[in-house]
């Protein structure tokens, strides 16, 4: 199956090759579009319905940012890559707000964008809905639930609160839960922290100990720990890995 790709990128030269020269068909993607700015990718959007859009930041008329902001306000749960020449924390914590896929910092690597895709084309694959982190659900009692962690991961969640968002009990919700995702309410936040954790590694120039605390994490050593067993590797280890993939 191909999937419908926009690209948005104001710069002639990057966006004529961001569209002619990547393998898109190769990777299972179709470009039905282009845009050279955020107000012009809205109407397209409208028009087109793509599966998943790549968006550059700094443009004209509209940016990036308010860009995503309107899609996801408007019900476009699609996955969203962002491309970037900044790598400024403020830019890679809005961009996780809006719950984008990637974040990549120019001048952009095939082989980046390649692996970045093979993720959307996945998420795609599996019919997941990317509005969220979280996958789609058919008990629609947990929905608040799934919205209020995406939207407080960085803050202190307790399972009691959940439970009154989905107006069960504790051990209701906890088994609701894993029969639906297949992890544990825990598993769920901390599998969901540690993906944020990794774009402000990969974006970023904070210290471990501030990406653990914007993730969520009170501890570092904790953080360290469950970072690890879902990605095996370090905070320290994948960041390397992936300035030497940007660097390839």
Known sequence: ??????????????????????????????????????????????????????????????????????????????????????ADFSYAQQAIEYNVMAYILKPIKQQVLKDTFSKVKNTLDKGLIYITSSPAVKDTTLLPVLNYIEENYHNDIRIQRLAELAHLSVSQLMRRFKNETGLSIVSYINKLRVEKAKILLDNTQLKIYEIAQRAGFDDVRYFCRVFRYLTNYSPTDYRERCRNEAEA
């Open 1 to 86: 199956m191909m999937y419908k790709l926009l690209i948005v990128e104001d710069e002639k030269f990057i966006r004529k090759r961001l569209v002619e020269h990547c393998p898109w068909n190769e990777w299972g993607f179709e470009c039905i579009g282009e845009a050279e700015n955020g107000m012009e990718a809205l109407s397209i959007c409208a028009n087109l319905q793509p599966d998943v859009v790549l968006t550059d930041v700094r443009m004209p008329v509209m940016d990036g940012l308010t860009l995503i902001s309107k899609l996801r306000n408007n019900g476009f749960n699609l996955p969203i890559v962002v491309i970037s020449g900044y």
